[in-house]
């Protein structure tokens, strides 16, 4: 890795003045491809989500239903038994196996409440997420910009996350689910889109996977903090998460840069260039010359709060890509989600099934960032895709024969899933400019988000019939996926700064292809 690009020549100056470039092909040749600068801002920036991986699983700990055993009482009824229904036993005849604080269902007494009473903050947490993906996601693109939205929803999820450990009762604890949910909403996107677009081309489809690595980081530190806590009071997992995500707060604020492409793209070019020089130590009259023959001009369409969304409605080609990637991202959340909030309904250690599927998020991230630069986005995705639906289906029919083999399932389907889940991030990335990149990634997020909204009903539902959990989530992930056989490949392909350019790119390829085309027939 250099950490700048060398100095240019008179007769590369020469050149440069001659011969405009793009304003991707203007940040390279003045900050480098991928230097040391660069790694420190996208790891910084990508940390922030280890915190959104541990608010997202944080309640398979905090809501589960702890374990029971029956006590010694002077006649005790053979009826208490491990397969007893407690909610038809007297409350003297059986007793928690660790302290009441442990869970609020055990606080709260909510052990015979309905599916509907305890699934509602895992729920709560879902649904504000897309709400605040609705409300906050244009944000990032229009006004705020990358890192300002990043430190916004980084701040509200951390002081929601802090009050949470504050209520007295279950609907207390979902509306804080829900806040903190709406704040959690678009820290993953800024973070992935920030980090890529501080790099060269070549570096983005690897950058974009330290993200992954930092998830697979927040979601195995939760067995480990709620095993060294277990038995403690399910609020002091909230204090292990949300006093650090605070302090990251504040790093955010004082080290990391805006996105120049963004600045660049919304005409505030002098920040912009501040921004460059202050990642780049090449010539600075250079730098600002470099920019001064970009041939890109702000777009004086993107100039509210929900013109990109407008824009990704109205354009043709845009709506398609769209809604390809939004319903194959729906069927991944059903999965992603729903598979570790179904770890309770398996005949296994909770914490090992929770370590067992974090650390599959690991060789997932692993083969993401080896293979992206070889792999074709489209056919990866397809693949991934189909073989967690398998598996998931397996799941429930092999089960019932082999149960040991019911572990080694789930974890290749959520193995998967993780994996369609990254490669999908990174191809709704390569798909649309930058303009309007970080809303399109949000809408694609919100649609995984809605899947999981589903999980944790299915999850209720399962606890009866198997294949109403992890067969429909086969089914699910299996199906959605096939809108994108319609999509092009964006392997190797220059990514766009505008909608102009990227639907030029388009006409450019058409215009191949029927050449090509003609061409064979003449043949």
């Known amino acids: 890795m250099a950490d700048s690009a060398p100095l240019l020549s008179h007769h590369d100056q020469s050149v440069e003045l001659r011969q405009p470039r793009s304003l991707d092909e203007t940040i390279e040749r003045c900050i480098g491809d991928f230097g040391w600068s660069q790694f420190l801002q996208a790891a910084l920036v990508s940390f922030a989500w280890v915190f959104d991986a541990q608010q997202t699983f944080i309640s398979v700990f905090t809501d589960a239903e702890p374990s029971w055993h029956c006590t010694q009482v002077e006649h005790q009824s053979s009826a208490c038994n491990s397969l007893s229904n407690i909610c038809q036993l007297s409350k003297n005849s059986w007793s928690w196996d660790w302290p009441a604080h442990t869970s609020i269902i055990s606080e709260w007494g909510l052990e015979c409440s309905t599916s509907f009473i305890t699934g509602l903050p895992a729920s709560s947490f879902f649904m504000g997420c897309l709400a605040g ?13 990358r890192k300002n939205m990043l430190l916004l929803s980084c701040l509200m999820m951390s002081l929601s996350s802090l009050l949470t450990v504050f209520s007295s009762n279950i609907w207390m604890y979902s509306a804080l689910r829900l806040i903190n949910g709406f704040g959690r909403a678009t ?12 790099v060269g081309k070549r570096w983005r489809g690897q950058v974009g996977v330290i993200g992954f690595f930092c998830f697979t980081l927040g979601f195995l530190s939760l067995p480990i903090i709620a095993y060294i806590n277990r038995g403690s009071s399910w609020r002091t ?22 996105s120049p492409r963004w600045l660049f793209v919304r005409g505030r070019k002098e920040e912009a260039v501040s921004t460059l020089k202050s990642m780049a130590q090449a010539n600075q009259s250079i730098l600002t010359m470099s920019f001064s023959n970009v041939p890109i001009e702000p777009e004086s369409w993107n100039v509210d709060l929900y013109s990109t969304v407008k824009i990704l409605l109205n354009k043709r080609w845009a709506f398609r890509r769209l809604a390809a990637v ?4 729906f069927g991944i959340g059903i999965v992603y989600y729903g598979m570790p909030l179904g770890l309770g309904n398996l005949s296994f250690n909770i914490y ?13 991230s692993l083969i ?9 986005r489209r056919g990866s995705l397809l693949g991934f895709t189909v073989l967690s639906g398998i598996c998931s289906v397996l799941c429930v029919v092999i089960g019932q024969v082999w149960p040991g083999l019911q572990i080694g399932l789930e974890l290749v389907s959520f193995f998967s899933a993780c994996t369609a889940f990254n490669v999908e991030l990174i191809y709704t990335l390569e798909l649309f400019p930058t303009c309007v990149r ?10 995984l988000v809605f899947g999981g909204v589903f999980s944790p009903v299915l999850v209720a539902a399962g606890r009866k019939n198997g294949f109403l959990s992890y067969g429909v ?8 996926a096939l809108p994108v056989l319609g999509l092009p490949e964006t392997r190797g392909a220059t990514m766009c700064d505008t909608m102009d350019e990227e639907e030029q790119k388009e006409l450019e390829k058409a215009a191949s292809d029927a050449h090509g085309v003609a061409a064979a027939m003449l043949a």
């Open 326 to 329: 939004m319903i194959a991202g």
């Open 352 to 364: 090992l099934s929770v370590t067992f599927n974090a650390l599959s998020e690991l060789p997932s």
């Open 187 to 198: 820290i993953g996107t800024c973070a992935l889109v920030l980090s890529t677009e501080l």
């Open 473 to 480: 989530f086969g089914l699910a992930i299996g199906f959605c």
């Open 237 to 258: 997992l909230y204090l292990w998460i949300s006093v650090p995500t605070i302090f990251y707060c504040i790093l955010v604020r004082f080290l990391v840069h805006e």
């Open 133 to 145: 993906g609705l409300a906050l996601a244009t944000l990032a693109d229009s006004t705020l910009g």
């Open 438 to 447: 970080n809303s399109a990634i949000s809408i694609v997020r919100q649609a």
């Open 368 to 376: 993401t960032f080896f293979l992206m630069g070889k792999l074709n």
